[in-house]
């Protein structure tokens, strides 16, 4: 089983849509999710990162881990066409930095 | 700060041919990573490395080999170039939370 696993979309919608990426893990000792994004021919950047569980906000983004379901989504708000990238989820144990397999999303204007 | 820097950034390699991608950091991070990315997919780790003389399989170590004599510098050495090693490879630190990312080498092997 992958420890970290991610529907590689693709995912197309309108400008403004609320977007929802989501991500499962398989070990529940993990504690330190992110999520990275990677524009076309570029090495990805971190967007946000989270300890444990809860919600975390930042602008248009929030991110999410439910650790009874081992469930960490990301949420886009009101989408713009510069959303439009490789959204990769990601989690660090034992020195380890693992990556989901990534999903598109574009954002149409 | 030039950052995460990786070299070269494209090349065409034979098959049985020999390799090694440089990447080379400035910001005296202790961990280290490389990565390939095949086409639409996601980052599967090669190696890693947590200190100067530390270095430890990830996912996809065979066909690889990593040092890592100093901070600085963490080169990947491919030898006996194989088509299924056609990718791009990042090369990357991490800061506590924060990884950054080199440029990425662009590898064919033909």
């Known amino acids: 089983q992958k420890e970290v696993e991610q529907d590689p979309g693709p995912l197309s919608v309108p400008e403004g849509a609320i977007v929802s990426l989501n991500c499962t893990y398989s070990n529940s000792a993990f504690q330190y999710f992110m999520w990275y994004r990677q524009y076309s021919r570029k090495g990805p950047e971190l967007l946000m990162y989270t300890y444990s569980s809860g919600n975390k906000e930042d602008g248009r983004f929030t991110a999410q881990v439910d650790k009874s379901s081992k469930y960490i989504s990301l949420f886009i708000r009101d989408s713009q066409p510069s959303d439009s990238a490789t959204y990769l989820c990601?989690?660090?144990?034992?020195?380890?930095?693992?990556f989901g397999s990534g999903t598109r999303l574009l954002v149409r204007p | 700060n030039a950052g995460v820097t990786q070299t070269p950034k494209f090349r065409i390699l034979k098959i049985g041919q020999s390799m090694t991608l440089q990447c080379a950091q400035d910001m005296n991070h202790n961990y280290m990573y490389w990565y390939r990315q095949d086409p639409g997919m996601g980052l599967k780790l090669i190696y890693y490395?947590?200190?100067?003389?530390?270095?430890d399989k990830g996912e996809v170590p065979n066909g690889y080999n990593v040092s890592r004599s100093t901070t600085e510098d963490f080169p990947l050495r491919l030898e006996l170039a194989a088509p299924s090693q056609t990718s791009v490879y990042f090369c990357?630190?991490?800061?506590?939370?924060?990884?950054?990312f080199g440029q990425g080498t662009r590898l064919t092997v033909v």
């Open positions: 990601a989690i660090w144990s034992s020195y380890k930095l693992i």
């Open positions: 490395s947590v200190g100067a003389g530390i270095t």
């Open positions: 990357a630190t991490l800061d506590g939370t924060e990884a950054f």
